[in-house]
C-alpha cells in the first residue's frame, strides 16, 4: 500500500494538525509502512535508522489509540539514552498537543523527587532509558500494569551500551495484553531474538538504505602523523570556509584534550562526550544550536541520535573503526540539499581502515595535502588585504583622520605608519602559529609509523572491535589497571556494593557523576569487586560526593553508601 498523503491514514484531527503544524508534508517510506500496521494493532519490528521519521512512526500510531485524560502510564518507550529520550518525548509532545494526554521522559541524572511528583501528577506516555526507569519501578513509583503500548527504539544500541537484560527485566513485568514495536539501524541476532521472544508475528520492515549515503558531501582526507593532527586541523581551521563544523574524536579525553587545546587558541569550541554530565552536554548543545559555538568536539556515543542542524563541515580527527560510525559521522554534513565538506585525518596506521571505508561508501576519498606554511601565509596575506581594501573604501572618522595628521606632522611618512598600522593589527595572527608538520609520503616514513603504532592499536583493536565499545573501555580505565594503584590528586572511597549486586562501571560513574553534578572526569579508578566497589574521586570533589550522595540515592535498586576507603 502506498500512503502519499498524512490524511489517508485515518489519524484523529487533532494528530493531522500537529503534523501540519510540525511542517511534515508526506509520510516518510518508514511512516508509510509502520503507521498503517501499527493503527491495526500489529507488532512491528522496523529496521530503520534516525533521520528516517522513525520516531512520527510510531509515536503517531501510540497516541491515536491512547486514552485521553486517563493520567496512568498506558504508553513506554525504551531509548538508550537520555538525548535521545529526551528528543523522543519533546516530539511526542508535540505531536500530542491537542489532546489531553501527558509525556514525560525519565533518565539518570535527573532528579528523582522531581520525577516522582510528575508520575504522581499523572502520566500517560514515559519515556526512559532502561536503568532509570528499572529504579522507578523498583522504587514502586512507576505502576506499568496498564500499559498497551511498548516501542524499544534503537534497540541495537541498547545492546551495544549493554542494556539489553535491563530491557528484558522491564519487559518481563509488563501486561501481556500489548502492542509493541521494536525500531533499530541494525537487527543484530540477540535483538531479533528479543523480539521473537516478546513479539507475536510481527509485521516486519527494512528502511534500511542498501547503500549508505554520502551524496553530496566532498570528501577528502589527509595524511599526517598522530601528533601533528592538531597542528594540521588548526591550519585547515584557518583556510577553509567554515560555519560551523563537528570534529570527531576516539575517546573521551582526546575529545576533551582537543577541544581545550583549540579553545586556547582562542576558537569557540567545547567538548562533547560522555564524561560530562547531562546539563553540561544540553548547555553545550545550545550553545552551539545558538551559533554560539564554532566547534564541537565530540565522540561517536555522545554524538549519536543528536539532533544538530546541518554543520559546513565535519572533521575525523581520527577514522572511525566503523565504517558505519563514518557515514554516521560525515551525515551531519551536506544535509537538505545543502553541500558539507567531510576532512578525515589519517595517520599512516589508519590506512587500512581508510581503505574499508571506501569499500563501504563504494567510491574513493581523495588524498588532499595540508596547506603549506607558505600557502598559509599567502592566504593569511590575501584575507588581510582583501578586508583592508573593504576598509579603506570605507574612510575614517574624523577623529582618525587627525590622528593620522599628527603622526604626519611628527615626521613620519604614511608608508612607515602604514607598516607599523599592519603589524599592530595582526598581532592577533600570533595566536594561531602554524607549527611546522612532519611530511608523510615516502612509504619508509610510513614503515616507521607502523612500527610505533602497531603495538598499541592491535591492543586496542582486541579489546574493542568497534568504536563505540572502545569510548565505554576508556571511561573506566579501572578494568584495565585494578590493584592499588591510585592517579595523584585522587582519594579512594568504598562503595558497598559490588559485582554480586550487579554493578557496572557505568553504574557507577552515571551515578556518581550525574547524581552529585561532578565532571565524570572527576572520576578515576573503578574496581568492582564481589560485594564492594572502590572508586576513586578527585580530592576537590570528594567532600560533595560524601556529603551528597551516600544513603541519598539508589542502584540497581539497592541504597549506596559511600565513604572513604581504608
Ligand atoms: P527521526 O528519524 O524520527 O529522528 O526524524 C528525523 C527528522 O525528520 C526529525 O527532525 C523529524 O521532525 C523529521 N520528520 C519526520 N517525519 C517527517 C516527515 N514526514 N516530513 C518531514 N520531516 C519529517
Known sequence: MSVDLFTEFGLLPELIQSIEQMGFEQPTPVQQVAIPALLEGRNVIAQAQTGTGKTAAFVLPMLQQLTPGQGTVQALILAPTRELAVQVSTAASQMAAGMDLRVLPVYGGQS????????????????????????LIRQGVLDLSQVRYLVIDEADEML?????????????????????????????????????RFME??????????????????QRYYMVRDRDKTAALIRLLEVEDLTQGLIFARTKARAQELADELASRGLAVEALHGDLNQS????????????????????????RGLDIEAVSHVFNYDVPLDPEDYVHRIGRTGRAGRTGTAITFLAPAERRRL????????????????PSLEELQARRDERFASRLSEMAAEGGSEAEMALVNRLMESGLDPVQVALAAIRMARAGEAALPAEELEPVTAEKRDRREQRKFTG?????EKRAPRGRKYERQEAYPAQRGRGNHREPGMVRLWMNLGGAQGVRPGDVVGAIASEVGIPGRAIGEIDIRRDHTFVDVSEQHVSRVLAESSGKYSLRGRPVTLKLAN
Open 160 to 196: 551495544e551500551m549493554g542494556f539489553i537484560e535491563d530491557v528484558e527485566s522491564i519487559l518481563d513485568q509488563l501486561p501481556e495484553q500489548r502492542q509493541m514495536a521494536l525500531f533499530s539501524a541494525t537487527l543484530p541476532e540477540v535483538v531479533r531474538k528479543l523480539g521473537e
Open 280 to 303: 553540561r552536554r544540553e548547555y553545550v548543545l545550545n550553545r552551539f544550536r545558538r551559533q554560539a559555538l564554532t566547534l564541537v568536539v565530540a565522540t561517536d556515543v555522545a554524538a
Open 456 to 460: 598499541r592499536e592491535n591492543a586496542f
Open 201 to 218: 508475528n510481527p509485521a516486519r520492515f527494512n528502511l534500511s538504505p542498501s547503500r549508505p549515503t554520502v551524496e553530496g558531501i566532498e
Open 355 to 370: 581503505k574499508m571505508i571506501e569499500s563501504y561508501i563504494r567510491q574513493p576519498i581523495q588524498e588532499h595535502r595540508v
Open 112 to 135: 528523582y523527587t522531581v520525577q516522582k511528583t510528575q508520575l504522581k501528577r499523572g502520566v500517560d506516555v514515559v519515556v526512559g532509558t532502561p536503568g532509570r526507569l528499572l529504579d
